[in-house]
């Protein structure tokens, strides 16, 4: 599938489909359209996977849109300023942390919902518990609140970030949480009790404007 990203405070994907490809999308994603493409709304994985959607604030079903000729087109967003890149699938899964995700697309991908790993993380990451993942091979269009930001984690390296500004990771990150010493920076220092902790190896992407639960309306059920 062809795409090209353009925008410049609130970036938008415009996809190009030949007959019989397919793309997944956030819900409510859908800017534009050529009027014969054909989309519908589908829960990944099933009925299996649907307690877990619902739980994972992404929202029980994801837009399906599949071309029906050569040469349809359609407008893809996240409706909200930012920015989107495109995270290659073969080289390895990522996750997306809540509203990251705007769409998927390639000949074998694959979305679930995991668990995080670890309790304090999953209550207190800022993340929630339950985090969307994608896999197989394809592309994934992520966004970002504000600009993005791109770190390289080597193995044993560690990360801290403010809750709210972490948008998605390498499947091989190890997301944990790390309190924030002294009460005076607890109390004062407007970042909360807890900072996300990331130790690599693996790919970060950062925002730089954070996410606040319930902020993005086009994910909601």
């Not at 837009?63 to 930012?82: E, H, L, M, Y």
């Not at 699938?89 to 509203?99: E, N, Q, S």
């Not at 709210?164 to 109390?187: H, K, P, W």
Request: neutral net charge; aromatic residues 8%; contains cysteine.
């Amino acid at each position: 599938m062809d795409y090209s990203i353009e925008g410049e405070l609130a970036q938008v994907a415009h996809l190009t489909f030949d007959k019989g490809e397919s793309c997944w999308a956030s819900k409510g994603a859908l800017v534009a359209f050529d009027p014969d493409l054909d989309w519908s709304l589908k829960i990944p994985g099933g009925a299996s996977g649907a307690a877990r959607r619902m739980m994972s604030g992404e929202g029980l079903a994801l837009t399906f849109i599949v071309g029906s000729r050569d040469g349809q087109a359609a407008t893809v967003a996240a409706n909200q300023p930012g920015k989107i890149i495109a995270w290659n699938l073969d080289d390895g899964p990522v996750i997306t942390t809540r509203g990251s995700f705007v769409a998927a697309f390639g000949s074998a991908v694959k979305i679930d919902v995991r668990v995080a790993k670890r309790a304090g993380a999953a209550f207190f990451g800022g993340a929630g518990l339950f985090l969307q993942h994608i896999s197989g091979s394809g592309t994934v269009l992520v966004h970002g609140s504000g600009d993005f930001m791109e770190r390289q984690l080597e193995k044993n390296e560690s990360l801290l970030v403010s809750t709210g500004n972490l948008a998605a990771f390498s499947e091989t990150i190890d997301y944990n949480i790390q309190g924030v010493a002294g009460c005076r920076r607890m109390m004062f220092g407007g970042e909360g009790l807890f900072m996300t902790r990331l130790n690599g190896p693996g790919r970060v992407m950062l925002q730089s404007l954070k996410r606040h639960s319930g902020s993005k309306p086009n994910q909601q059920a």
